[in-house]
């Protein structure tokens, strides 16, 4: 048992006069009322000596009890109080030290159930920073990751182009890939922190009225060049006059990003179609492609930051972009979801409420 500190010791002497006082005041009143009781009913007369021979073994007995009492109680602090707060003080310790794999059992016992809460809370709290350290650690492991590449391509163009008898093509050609690595690395600066912003509730939706079927033809004719070069088929079924209350520079944003992966991963030749219904109270967008497919554990992570299933085509994106798409849709309190089949196509829905 561990030893008594100058503070134990006082408690223990606090509760000892608490139950002193208590029961020699509760034997007192019940031995006097039992006494005259007896000397009423049996004419009996109590002599001094009687007297104080019988106060001294009350006092004796009082001291006795009141003695066991408070061993008692000291023992069930220690047990229901003591022990309970020690073991939740020093997880709470550990935790500080950055130990999040710290749980604490809990403890048995109708006196415990007070501290059971505290227990859970702590051992729900300890989960969720688990969590974010996890996410912390990946986050920055997979930026440190993406930014490499772009990096080295710089680093490597940067070198080739120092040579004095690089010809006029080639010293254009390798320009053009330090401009499109430091491009894919601005970008993905601009995502880091667009995300980052979304996720922290940083930006607050400036939300208006306005026709949906209008900013998708818009967005979708921003790569007019792309489909032309690659003669891709572009196929619309839009809806008159759906109008949304949304934020539409947000709103954009995931018409652009779901636009840029059905035509990054459709090959010549193929399709795109994009479609605009109503559902009862939604607006409901489609935006199919006939290109590679996507297997369904891939189809699971396609939302997770820097989840990138193709990657052969991972030179033209970061992994952020349906990222976005998602945290946008949820500030939206809108739906989104995915089919797909390898060899088939993709096909993205999103549903938001209509006005």
């Known amino acids: 048992m561990k030893k008594l500190t100058f503070r134990t010791v006082l408690r223990m002497i606090s509760s000892f006069m608490i139950f002193f006082l208590t029961i020699g005041f509760a034997v ?30 009350t006092l004796v007995n009082v001291l006795i009890i009141t003695a066991i009492f408070t061993w008692i109680d000291y023992i069930r602090r220690r047990m229901t109080v003591d022990r309970p707060v020690r073991i939740i003080t020093e997880a709470a310790e550990k935790i500080m030290k950055g130990d999040l794999s710290v ?9 415990t159930e007070g501290f059971n809460r505290i227990i859970t809370a702590v051992n729900s709290m300890t989960e ?12 920055i492991s997979n930026v440190s990751h993406e930014m490499k590449t772009p990096l080295a391509v710089m680093q490597n163009y940067g070198t080739l182009l120092q040579s004095p008898e690089l010809s006029d093509e080639k010293r254009i050609e390798y320009a053009k890939g330090v401009t499109d690595a430091s491009r894919r690395l601005a970008d993905m600066m601009t995502n880091i922190l667009k995300l ?14 306005f026709d949906l079927g209008e900013q998708l033809c818009e967005s979708l004719l921003q ?32 018409w652009n990003n779901l636009f840029s992966n059905a035509f990054k991963f459709t090959g010549e030749g193929g399709k795109v179609r994009v479609s605009l219904t109503t559902d009862g109270h939604y607006a409901v967008v489609s935006v199919s492609d006939t290109g590679c497919g996507m297997t369904p554990e891939v189809g699971a992570h396609i939302f997770e930051k820097f989840y990138q299933g193709d990657t052969s085509r ?6 952020l972009g349906l990222a976005l798409v ?23 829905t999103v549903k938001i409420e209509k006005v």
């Open 28 to 57: 007192s009143c019940c031995m006097m009322l039992f006494l005259n009781v007896i000397a009423e009913t049996m004419g009996l007369e109590f002599t001094a000596e009687n007297i104080a021979a019988a106060a001294k073994i």
């Open 326 to 348: 998602k945290r946008v849709v949820d500030i939206m309190q809108g739906e989104i979801g995915v089919e797909s089949a390898v060899g088939k196509g993709t096909t993205f």
């Open 103 to 111: 749980r604490i059992k809990p403890m048995q016992g109708a006196a």
């Open 314 to 319: 991972a030179t033209q994106g970061n992994g």
């Open 223 to 254: 790569y007019e060049s792309i489909w032309e070069k690659s003669d891709i088929e572009i196929e619309t079924e839009i809806e008159d006059d759906v109008k949304v209350e949304a934020d539409a520079e947000l709103l954009s944003l995931v």
């Open 196 to 209: 980052n912003r979304l996720e922290n509730q940083t930006i607050f939706p400036q939300k208006a009225v």
């Open 128 to 139: 969720e920073l688990s969590g974010i350290e996890t996410l912390r650690t990946d986050f």
